[in-house]
């Protein structure tokens, strides 16, 4: 069991707080960046999700294919996905912005301290962002999936049938049959449409993950910066420090020569 620290806490609030209050653009873009994360967390993804799982049943549940083709679950799983990949896009734009304002602040050579403490609070904000891409592309692979397995079933579902139909038919059977090749022939049209359609989906799905694998490479461009201007930030404050206790020991000789030379003074 693990106790919280009242005093602790409020001298980590006090100290964000003080932070925070020469940087007001971080702490927009920061809490920009945690909004949309919330909202992708706790509501797209928890929807795609289940529609996947809804969708996964429909395929597994042994009815015919184009049951689960004329459903809408794989149309409203795609729609849930584009926003989410439109949300992503949006989080990696103010990763961007957050990003660049941290540096022309260091440019600008603004507290280092401060500094120190908002790039590890945007180290932060990327590791969380990571975990959700990480969620969302196994969602990705999953519906992409589900959709190359749909589009396999059918063929093979006509060829069982026909293959039953041409075993076990009589010349009866067989003229009711050739009297109902219309009919089958709109079908096959109707699943045609539906493997296109799932095709086209397949497209979108690869499409979107190409676009999440290129912010992904965006945040590791920002990890990377973020890993130099810590190390730059520290050497800084050494170097101020260095020089501050230099500073601090050229003062000190002058009034260790004066001594010397009043010691001599009074012995001579």
Known sequence: MSFSNPFQDDIENDASSNHYKDFPEFETLSQAIDNNL????????????????????????GNDAADSGSSKVPQEILEVSTKCTESFKKINNLAKELNDYLTLCEDNHEDPDALRYLR?????????IRSSLQQYRRLQQRYSALQKQFVTKIPANQIEERTVEEQGAGPQQQSIQ??????NAEELE????????????????????????????????IIQEQLFQIDTIEENINSY???????SGIKEDPVGVCAAVSSFFYLS
Do not use: C, W
Request: net charge negative; glycine share 4%.
């Open 190 to 221: 109707q699943q045609t449409l539906l493997i296109e359609e799932r095709e086209r989906e397949i497209q979108q799905i690869s499409q979107d993950t190409q676009e999440i694998n290129d912010i992904f490479s965006n945040l590791q461009d």
């Open 178 to 183: 050739i009297e109902y090749e219309p009919v």
């Open 241 to 247: 420090s260095a020089d501050a206790r230099g500073a």
């Open 38 to 61: 919330h909202n992708i967390n706790n509501s797209q993804l928890v929807s795609m999700r289940n529609l996947l799982g809804q969708y996964e049943k429909l395929l597994h549940s």
């Open 120 to 128: 590890q609070k945007e180290g932060i904000h990327v590791s969380l």
